[in-house]
């Protein structure tokens, strides 16, 4: 298990750059977990006496932070609306632990590595309790959300894993945040640990405050791979009674709100075959060929489709939908056949595209390409273990809702009261504040850095960046103090 190491100073920052610099310290690349990023950041909150929630996952590197920050309508713990966590476990909701929250919320504090559950959209007669017509779940919990008029609370929420730093050319270590010229780099420093590290560094602050709303703290996993940390987070909030009305998501956005952006969605086909010497062809079966097929079928009807036939805005810098093949991992040698192809591929789709219509497209080719590749066998195959394995297979790697908030909605508004512009202009990557929006929440992605400093070698953040997002948080515990 990948626990916070045991020379890793885990005292109190006493300033947001400190807390940056502690957090940095930590090599979360998702691939090896988070667990140590999180253990940091819940003994900061604890030792403040936040309530917390450390939420592992059944892998043993993985696991998602709730803090409770309650107002002063509740008794104890935040309960967006509902009956409180301080209410549900009085006496041992001070206490935080993995036990407390496994008590509580049962299985859901553990439950593997999440799933694709975005198969939902209402033409599929889906319901939060039901499966969608392809048999995946709703990312909804099966308890009925509540009404936007019934949430309060503001949720800040963040991934706490990053992204890899093989292969790239620093100038300092990445997991040693180092000053030059005003910058502060190191790998996490934009993408996203920054906004956490600040948010937790004034956690005291927030935690003596007489908040009119509730603030909840989140930390996921797995976020630069599949945000299935957030959509488990979703459900975790909810079997806690936790039902923000607003989320404020801390991708780097130089502290500007921004309130649109395409969805994700990432794929992997696999195509097998049977090898066998190329002077031999009849004998074996060329994977690359049905690959192939499907590269073209993929790029000519589902991406060129979408582009001259689909929706467009605007509003973002590419108006309309993208995606290609981007990964060909096929054959072994020039005089082989190849019995194998694996593909990755994806797509980026305005908020307005039926994703779970092209997703079946999708799936239906990888059908009849399986069919095919099966009444292609040969009756004297090279291999007659690989035709028994023969036929094609789609792996969904995650679908990722778009962000598509109201530049006037709650999220947005809230964060111009706070001094922060709301960008115009939408944004081509993805976040996990779609999923949030999804849940019943209003969204905005806001957090210091610029994303075109994430995920390169000497990933940046200005030191002007950190003080905004020290000074945001500020007016958001002066805004919650003095409302009625």
Known sequence: MADLPDDVNISLPDTPRAAVEQLIALDTTSRDGNVPAIELLQRWLSDHGVITHVLREDDGI??????VFPSRHQAGGADGGQESVGALLPERALT??????????????GVGKGGVDRLDSPTDGATS????????TSSADAAEAPAAGERRGVLIAGHADCVPVDGQDWDSDPFTAT??????????????????????????????????????????WEEETTCNGARELVKQLDALGIHPRVAFVGEPTMMTAIASHKSMNSFQATFHGIAAHSSLLPRGLNAIRYAGEFITWYHREVIDRLVEEGPSDDAFPVPHTTGGVNVVDAGIAGNTVPDHAHLTFEFR?????????????????????????????????????????????????????????????????????LGRDVQAEKVTYGTESGIYEHAGMSAVVIGPGDIAQAH???????????AACEDFFAALLTHLETAQ
């Open 62 to 67: 993985n696991a998602n932070l709730i803090g």
């Open 96 to 109: 935080p632990s993995d036990q407390l929250s496994r008590d509580l919320i049962g299985e859901l504090s």
């Open 129 to 136: 309790a039901n499966p969608s017509a392809d048999g995946a």
């Open 179 to 220: 000053e030059r010229d005003g910058l502060l780099y190191g790998r996490g420093t934009c993408d996203m640990k920054s906004y956490l590290a600040v948010f937790a560094q004034m956690a005291g602050r927030f935690q003596a405050a007489d908040l009119d709303e509730p603030v909840i703290f989140a930390a996921t």
């Open 349 to 417: 789709a305005l908020p307005s595209v039926d994703v779970p219509a092209v997703v079946r497209d999708i799936q239906a080719k990888i059908d009849e390409l399986d069919t095919a590749m099966k009444a292609a066998v040969p009756d004297d195959p090279a291999d007659p273990s690989a035709a028994k394995k023969v036929g094609a297979q789609l792996t969904i790697n995650s679908l990722l809702y778009p962000l598509d908030a109201a530049p006037d909605g709650p999220a947005a508004t809230l964060a111009k009261t």
């Open 456 to 466: 390169g070698a000497n990933e940046f953040v200005s030191l002007d960046q950190l």
